[in-house]
């Protein structure tokens, strides 16, 4: 791991050597903590310095979907005035564009009205194929008594501009867009080839005799204060109105009078942070109105925004070093929500400062967190499963990965197998302790009773048996006892030590349990035969002893319920399904009184409603389960009852 490595290349780290299995928890804790706060710090610098114009865009993208819901107050417009070159003015001059006559007039016409300054949103680049009226328009600017505002080109020659007077104001009415194409900045001083120009706006703010910008860097792009208002309510009068004089002289006499196209097919549209249809006399307009209040919301830039960023997120670490015990999650949400609210507040001041970058620092620490904590869960289990015996014998069975393979092929899918495996193989373990619990605490314990019961009636005169009884009933509980141990012996090896299958002869095993048996056969007089059909052996691969003791238990199952004076026949043979072995007997219990064809109905029931379980079933169906047999019984027509168990031959499928 990281950290791991990191810690071990520090002088007198304390985590030089690999923990041992007891320290492992603390170790992998205190390694993932580490990592987890040494990515973030790598994370966190990476944002602050490496973000670029590329960051702008999406940072912009925010500041747009927060103005439109946080607004700054408007204040009432009073200083800008605008007349319009709209559709009612076209139609009484017609078509646009006008000659320059008209202009003149214009201007003729404001005199008496007392304008502090008069803007043309409109470009005269050149001189008209009437040079008269173009000198026309030139002497009426001449001898205005108000500065006339004039925007050029970027690449005209000022002093060769045609309409420049003593009393001509040059600027530029080009605002650059941002790179999606909105234009929500203006640069109000713009450094062109030529001179330093300003806009259109500040010309003109300037020109009404304003000058109370001086503590702003006005070549330092500035965001623009849309109202939510796309007009604002600027007072509007059309350009025909007021060539006829027919407007109100105090609503021009001291504002600043801005000239521009309104009608649809003339005005440039463009896209800004309230509208996808701005005009841009409007937005001169509303330029104007943000100088002459002052309203416009200036980007915190360079070392600010470094030392913002650096602020919060050292109170994000401070936090979660304070409150060890809340969820990153919560952590995340409650800074994220933070760094808005610090940014609402700042807006409402005037100033943008982007969230964004804290943001993303927060969601990426917040999943370095989770990444560095599953690669510590993942080493706690390797480590685990190193100790395991379960892996250790699977790992030795199946072939780890190598070399370049996908990812569900490599060493993560195996060891995540080999987790699944040791979990189920523990509860297994789990289960077969509970089982044992009920066997040592019940079944064990019964032989055990019994023989106390009868050394107490052996102590009273009155009760006591002969010496020749006493002995014959003690031996059988001591007998039934240590069978019931061997059971429990054969069942733990079965289950717990992952058992050993080798080549055995499945008709030498059943004359073992023959052989086991007949003393209980002669005693009760049972009639046993055992037929191997084409001197089949039944070569299969097992455990000996298991498969004893389980036909053992079958077997005596039926000498015990079947009565005296019975029959049992054992066949065995093989075809197409495998070793079939097959046990009957002629008892007058019907197939249904079994329970999974092992154990007498009505017994089993009995061991059911008093917890009892018993170990011969129990052994029956694990020796059953681990060879990989199938079993089954059906009731026979003479009243008794088949047991059928097919075993896989050695070299078929099914063995494998």
Same mark, same amino acid.
């Given at each position: ?391 250790? &014998? ?144 039944? &070569? ?15 077997? &005596? ?7 005296a004076q019975t029959s049992i026949s054992i066949t065995l043979k093989k075809d197409s399904r495998g070793v079939v072995l097959t046990i009957a007997d002629s008892g007058q219990c019907a197939a ?42 059906? &009731? ?21």
């Amino acid at each position: 791991m990281i950290g791991q490595w990191i810690r071990a290349k520090l002088p007198f780290s304390k985590y030089k050597d690999l923990p041992k299995k007891g320290e492992m928890t603390e170790f992998l804790f205190r390694n993932f903590i580490f990592e987890w706060r040494l990515l973030s710090v790598v994370f966190a610098v990476f944002l602050t310095y490496a973000t670029g114009p590329w960051f702008d865009k999406y940072s912009y993208g925010l500041y747009d979907a927060i103005v439109k819901v946080v607004q700054r107050p408007a204040p009432p417009v009073e200083d800008v005035v605008i007349i319009t070159i709209d559709e009612a003015s076209i139609q009484h001059l017609g078509r646009w564009p006008w000659s320059r006559h008209v202009h003149a007039e214009l201007l003729h016409s404001l005199q008496s009205a007392a304008p502090k300054v008069v803007a043309f949103n409109v470009i005269f680049s050149e001189v008209a194929s009437n040079k008269s009226a173009s000198l026309a328009f030139k002497q009426a600017i001449s001898a205005s008594a108000f500065p006339v505002v004039l925007p050029v080109l970027d690449h005209t020659q000022h002093s060769d501009f045609f309409f420049r007077t003593p009393n001509t104001l040059l600027a530029t009415s080009r605002i650059q867009v941002d790179t999606d194409a909105v234009i929500r900045r203006v640069q109000l001083l713009r450094d062109t080839p030529h001179e330093l120009l300003p806009q259109l706006s500040l010309q003109a703010y300037w020109g009404a005799g304003y000058d109370a910008l001086q503590s702003k860097d006005l070549q330092k792009p500035l965001l623009i204060n849309f109202s939510d208002r796309q007009h604002r309510n600027f007072k509007e009068i059309p350009y025909h109105e007021v060539l006829s004089g027919a407007y109100a002289a105090e609503d021009i006499a001291g504002k600043i009078v801005v000239v521009g196209t309104t009608a649809p097919g003339l005005g440039d549209r463009f896209v800004t942070t309230m509208s996808k249809l701005h005009n841009s006399t409007y937005i001169q307009a509303e330029l104007i109105q943000n100088l002459v209040q002052d309203s416009f919301i200036e980007p915190i830039e360079g070392v600010s925004v470094h030392l913002l960023r650096i602020l919060v997120i050292v109170l994000f670490f401070g936090f979660l070093y304070v409150h060890t015990k809340i969820h990153i999650a919560y952590v995340t949400l409650i800074f994220s929500a933070l760094t808005l609210c610090i940014t609402l507040v700042l807006l409402r001041l005037g100033y943008w400062w982007s969230p964004l970058c804290c943001i993303i620092f927060f969601l990426g620490s917040w999943l370095i967190w989770y990444w560095r904590r599953s690669v510590a869960v993942l080493k706690w289990c390797r480590t685990a499963l190193n100790y395991s015996r379960a892996y250790a &014998e699977y790992a030795r069975h199946e072939q780890r990965p190598v070399g370049k393979k996908p990812l569900t092929q490599n060493l993560f899918s195996f060891e995540l197998t080999a987790l699944e495996k040791t979990l189920k193989t523990a509860e297994a373990l789990q289960l077969k302790k509970d089982a044992f619990r009920t066997y040592l605490s019940h079944d064990l314990r019964t032989p055990q009773v019994s023989m106390m019961d009868l050394l107490n009636t052996q102590k009273d005169p009155a009760t006591a048996l002969p010496e020749q009884e006493f002995s014959a009933r003690m031996e059988a509980l001591i007998q039934t006892s240590l069978v019931m141990l061997d059971d429990l012996l054969v069942l733990s090896k079965g289950d717990v030590d992952l058992l050993k299958l080798e080549p055995i002869l499945l008709a030498a095993v059943v004359q073992d349990a023959l052989d086991y048996l007949w003393p209980q056969f002669y005693a009760k007089n049972i009639a046993v035969s055992f037929i191997t059909e084409a001197d089949e052996l039944g &070569e299969i691969l097992g455990d000996a002893k298991l498969l004893q003791r389980a036909f053992a238990n079958i077997l &005596e199952n039926s000498v015990r319920y079947a009565g005296a004076q019975t029959s049992i026949s054992i066949t065995l043979k093989k075809d197409s399904r495998g070793v079939v072995l097959t046990i009957a007997d002629s008892g007058q219990c019907a197939a249904g009184e079994y329970s999974d064809g092992v154990v007498r109905a009505a017994p089993q029931a009995q061991q059911m409603k008093t917890g009892r379980y018993g170990l011969g079933l129990a052994l029956v169906q694990s020796a059953i389960k681990l060879h990989q047999a199938s079993f089954s019984s059906s &009731e026979l027509e003479t009243g008794g009852v088949a047991f059928e168990f097919i075993f896989p031959a050695v070299g078929s499928e099914a063995s494998s």
